[in-house]
């Protein structure tokens, strides 16, 4: 099973909003509707923020939302802070496999 | 408060074996299934392996099936992973994950990691 497609890094000013693409196959991200996105700030364990697509654990900021078009999911992070400065990491249900993971892209608030 | 607490890393020659383990608390271990991932030093998020709450169900990535293997101990709540065959590729940070108790296959609680290091 190959990793899910991120680009390796996204930038944005304060304030703004910004959108990381995790690229999949029929097999996976096209098929179901088990997307999770994760957060990881350096030397952090990573943080569960959007799982089945779009869906919010409690806790997590609304500005944080997910969507899905084909094989293709999306995280959009929107009105970014600085805190949000951390690598993002998409994971789907891959049917043979129970998780397949992204390449994970790096956000850099400017 | 639910945590997860990895030990068991450490240094290890090529061809060597390791046991790592995941300590529960916080919540019913017995009711949850339970996933280790991994990510090598500078690299993203890799699924290592998963086993249901009754170990019913086991899966592996390709990358350590046969190699590597899942248990649990419910009555003791922890999880295990007995890594045998080390190489290189395989030093990492190793994680124990929760997975939410919905369908929703996300990973909602993860431990701080322990480092496992495969080198002569």
């Known amino acids: 099973q190959s990793a899910l497609t991120q680009p390796a890094s996204v930038s944005g000013s304060p304030g703004q909003s910004i959108t990381i693409s995790c690229t999949g196959t029929?097999?996976?991200?096209?098929?179901?509707?088990?997307v999770s996105w994760y957060q990881q700030h350096p030397g952090k364990a990573p943080k569960l923020m959007i799982y089945?697509?779009?869906k919010r654990p409690s806790g997590v900021s609304n500005r944080f939302s997910g969507s899905k078009s084909g094989n293709t999911a999306s995280l959009t992070i929107s009105g970014l802070q600085a805190e949000d400065e951390a690598d993002y990491y998409c994971c789907s249900y891959a049917g043979s496999s129970p998780y397949v993971f992204g390449t994970g892209t790096k956000v850099t608030v400017l | 408060e639910v945590q997860l607490v990895e030990s068991g890393g450490g240094l290890v020659k090529p061809g060597g074996s390791l046991r790592l383990s995941c300590a529960a608390s916080?919540?019913?271990?017995?009711?949850?299934?339970m996933n280790w991932v991994r990510q090598a030093p500078g690299k993203g998020l890799e699924w290592v392996s998963s086993i249901s709450s009754s170990s019913s169900y086991i899966y592996y990535a390709d990358s350590v099936k046969g190699r590597f293997t899942i248990s649990r101990d419910n009555a003791k709540n922890s999880l295990y992973l007995q890594m045998n065959s080390l190489r290189a590729e395989d030093t990492a940070v190793y994680y124990c994950?929760?997975?939410?108790?919905?369908?929703?296959?996300?990973?909602?609680?993860w431990g701080q990691g322990t480092l496992v290091t495969v080198s002569s």
């Open positions: 089945e697509g779009s």
């Open positions: 029929s097999s996976d991200v096209g098929s179901y509707n088990l």
């Open positions: 916080g919540f019913t271990f017995s009711s949850y299934s």
């Open positions: 994950a929760r997975v939410d108790s919905s369908s929703s296959l996300g990973l909602d609680y």
